[in-house]
């Protein structure tokens, strides 16, 4: 560095975001901004992988949003995506082949609306979705024989059912009208007996069941506004022991709960929960609350959580919105090492893993009115919007740093240099900047690595490395004065992703 009494520290930002907190008191590898980032590598972090266009653009006509999305497979191993329309219409997809097939009887129609959300459920072969209002069953033949109701040879399933699991050989549904969980006769998704086969879940506390989910040998119920419930199986022929009343902390919607290998993790409509079925349920939400509520006011019934196992990701997803990019945002919690939050950029209403060469991996369904099926975490960019490639804009940003956190007990200091080891491949361009006392002195340095070209400060030409070598840079200053000072590093330009593996930043006191 210039000055001999310059003192260095290394950041690794990998911490993660905090946008809850003030942006002077957070920890040293926390950020402000932490957008399309990806945590997954612990002390390091990445530019995020985008999504592949199964097919662009698969609603004929356009102008409809999908309203959920579901791997049904049969036990015969076949596999189709299935969805429903807001126009009334459900949909399925061969083998991800990229073309949605209508199979909606002639003269089946129901009443719907664009921010409706299906359930979907499989009990011997036969698929059942419920949505509030609609029902619908269908048997996984290429034959239309969708129905938009369910019929059964005795009884019929609950009206108004909104949420539908499958646990000990039966189909469970809760419904938006009443405090009671329903269940069918064993091994039959069809025969229903409303009358006697049922149990209440919660308290006259104004709570309603929201969603259902099954772990091992038990089901759980989460009310909203309040409640989260244990049903007990019995040992006999009366199906239900008891229902155990565990937490205080409820679910508002289906969708707003998953699993994982760590527990339970769901959305409260205030926060994100982890539960590992045992202890206290643990807010892990803390570091994104206040954005998260601003995101998801008045919409709190569309939040979607999912799981991504090949991450160990929490998707926290708020897909529609007024129509700004401001409200299509996926907050992602990294739960290996420690929870460390991220946002990114991806318009997207529900997500299912399906089997691509042998692995289960992520797609999801797009909010917008074309119906876009796109792979997750496979490509250099967005997908596709009127044919154009959609670059993905990575950006961090760190905390304000005073000397203090060098350890200087001057009230300013100089900013002496900046050292980042970049690993990437191909062509790409990161810009690290910094910017002094709460936005004033704002300066940014490019670090590219271009064909032909060269690596600033490295002289090395940029396609006689990649292969994952790492290239360190270092940016020297003077007279840059601060009593605040914050970083940045971002990937508005190249496609291609990158990974920074640490930041050292030396400064020297003022009076030198």
């Not at 619908?136 to 108004?160: M, V, Y």
């Not at 469970?172 to 007996?193: D, Q």
């Not at 961090?396 to 690993?423: C, E, H, N």
């Amino acid at each position: 560095m210039v000055n001999s009494q310059a003192v260095g520290k290394v950041f690794n930002f990998a911490k993660g975001l905090n946008s809850d907190s003030n942006a002077t008191v957070i920890d040293e590898n926390e950020t402000t901004v932490c957008q399309d980032i990806e945590l997954s590598n612990p002390n390091q972090f990445s530019k995020r992988k985008g999504l592949a266009d199964v097919k662009a653009y698969v609603w004929s006509p356009t102008g409809n949003t999908a309203q959920g999305l579901f791997r049904y497979r049969l036990t015969d191993g076949t596999e189709y995506a299935v969805t429903n329309r807001s126009d009334g219409k459900f949909y399925k997809m061969d083998s991800l082949d990229g073309t949605w097939d209508d199979r909606t009887p002639t003269g089946v129609t129901y009443s719907t609306t664009a921010t409706a959300r299906w359930e979907y459920a499989v009990l011997n072969d036969l698929l059942v979705g419920v949505e509030g209002t609609n029902q619908i069953q269908w048997d996984g033949s290429t034959e239309t024989n969708e129905t938009a109701t369910l019929s059964g040879a005795s009884g019929s399933p609950p009206a108004g059912a909104i949420d539908v699991e499958e646990w000990l050989d039966k189909l469970w549904m809760i419904t938006n009208a009443n405090t009671f969980i329903y269940w069918s006769k064993a091994k039959n998704p069809l025969l229903w007996e409303t009358l006697n086969d049922n149990t209440p879940i919660g308290y006259a506390d104004g709570s309603l069941p929201k969603c259902v989910k099954k772990s091992g040998n038990y089901l759980y119920v989460w009310s909203y506004p309040t409640g989260l419930y244990r049903v007990i199986p019995a040992q006999d022929d009366s199906i239900v022991a008891r229902v155990v009343r565990i937490s205080e902390t409820g679910a508002p919607c289906p969708k707003a709960v998953t699993h994982t290998p760590y527990g339970f993790v769901w959305y409260s409509g205030e926060s994100v929960w982890l539960w590992d079925e045992n202890g206290a349920a643990q807010d892990i939400g803390e570091p994104i609350r206040d954005e998260l509520n601003s995101i998801t006011a008045g919409k709190k019934d569309e939040v979607v959580v999912t799981y991504n196992p090949q991450k160990n990701q929490v998707w926290v997803a708020v897909p529609y919105g007024s129509g700004t990019t401001a409200n299509n945002r996926v907050f992602v919690a990294t739960l290996k090492g420690g929870v460390r939050w991220a946002k990114y950029t991806i318009s997207a209403n529900d997500f299912a893993f399906f089997e691509t060469s042998g692995v289960d991996e992520m797609y999801c369904m797009e909010s917008g009115l074309d119906g876009q099926f796109q792979e997750v975490l496979t490509g250099d960019n967005d997908g596709l919007v009127a044919g154009i490639k959609q670059s993905i804009d990575g950006q961090l940003m760190s905390k304000w740093f005073s000397p203090a956190d060098w350890g200087l007990g001057s009230r300013s200091a100089y900013l002496d240099g900046i050292q980042i080891i970049v690993t990437a491949d191909g062509d790409w361009n990161v810009n690290i900047g910094f910017e002094r006392d709460f936005g004033g002195g704002a300066a940014q340095y490019t670090i590219n690595q271009n064909s032909g070209g060269f690596i600033i400060g490295t002289n090395v030409i940029g396609d006689a490395i990649g292969g994952g070598t790492d290239i360190t840079h270092e940016q020297r200053f003077k007279g840059k004065s601060f009593e605040y000072i914050r970083f940045f590093v971002e990937n508005k330009i190249a496609d291609q992703t990158f990974t920074i593996k640490s930041i050292r930043v030396a400064v020297a006191p003022r009076w030198v």
